[in-house]
Antibody, heavy 126, light 108 residues
Framework: EVQLVESGGGEVQPGRSLRLSCTTS????????MSWVRQAPGKGLEWVSF??????????EYAASVKGRFTISRDDSKSIAYLQMNSLQTEDTAVYYC?????????????????WGQGTLVTVTS | EIVMTQSPATLSVSPGERATLSCRAS??????LAWYQQKAGQAPRLLIY???TRATGIPARFSGSGSGTEFTLTISSLQSEDFAVYYC??????????FGQGTKVEIK
């Protein structure tokens, strides 16, 4: 059974940092791209960040709203994805979901999100 | 950036009735379109990918159609567990991956 469990959320002051973890099981983590999606209270879904598998360069992508402040990474030996969030702002307050990103066919370039964790709440407040 | 627009914002439906949700892309996304269901207090769940392929374990009463810029999610006979918010998402042109604002399906 595929499982993704986020941790590391909490309350933090503006300008501070937080690191989220996504611990996975039930699939070969190293073979999959991963992504983070967030949801502000009462709002819709917003994609945040993406990391390919190392077999496909391991490169990363970021939403404009977090570029330069957030860093996504992965530890294939532990099957964990991370989201390092620096210079947090009040508008970063949201539930952060970790997702597995998959393609229809090997070598394809279109990724969608098939499994989601339960989310971890990040509250940025003074 | 591709903008996804869903309609209506809220859909009031009686159990057993059919629900039709719409999603429009600001430019063609081919069939690289997914639908997600989110129940209150829960994470989103993948329903449909490739515009019309049901994800594993999704009941046959959920169906997706469309291509290019116009897409539809149909729930043929609403069950009590189907009342939720539904999001469409394009994954044709990324980054960024973009979602619609959601359609809430509520009990009439």
């Amino acid at each position: 059974e595929v499982q993704l469990v986020e941790s590391g959320g909490g309350e933090v002051q503006p300008g501070r940092s937080l690191r989220l973890s996504c611990t996975t099981s039930g699939f070969t983590f190293a073979d999959h791209a991963m992504s983070w999606v967030r949801q502000a209270p009462g709002k819709g879904l917003e994609w945040v960040s993406f990391i390919r598998s190392k077999a496909y360069t391991g490169n990363t992508e970021y939403a404009a709203s977090v570029k330069g402040r957030f860093t996504i990474s992965r530890d294939d030996s532990k099957s964990i994805a991370y989201l390092q969030m620096n210079s947090l702002q009040t508008e970063d307050t949201a539930v952060y979901y970790c997702t597995r990103a998959v393609r229809l066919a090997a070598g394809g370039t279109r990724y969608y999100f098939d499994y989601w964790g339960q989310g971890t709440l990040v509250t940025v407040t003074s | 950036e591709i903008v996804m627009t869903q309609s209506p914002a809220t859909l009031s439906v009686s159990p057993g009735e059919r629900a039709t949700l719409s999603c429009r892309a600001s430019q063609s996304v081919s069939t690289n379109l997914a639908w997600y269901q989110q129940k209150a207090g829960q994470a989103p769940r993948l329903l449909i990918y490739g515009a019309s392929t049901r994800a594993t374990g999704i009941p046959a009463r959920f169906s997706g159609s469309g291509s290019g810029t116009e897409f539809t999610l149909t729930i043929s006979s609403l069950q009590s567990e189907d009342f939720a918010v539904y999001y469409c998402q394009q994954y044709n042109n990324w980054p960024p991956w973009t979602f619609g604002q959601g359609t809430k399906v509520e009990i009439k």
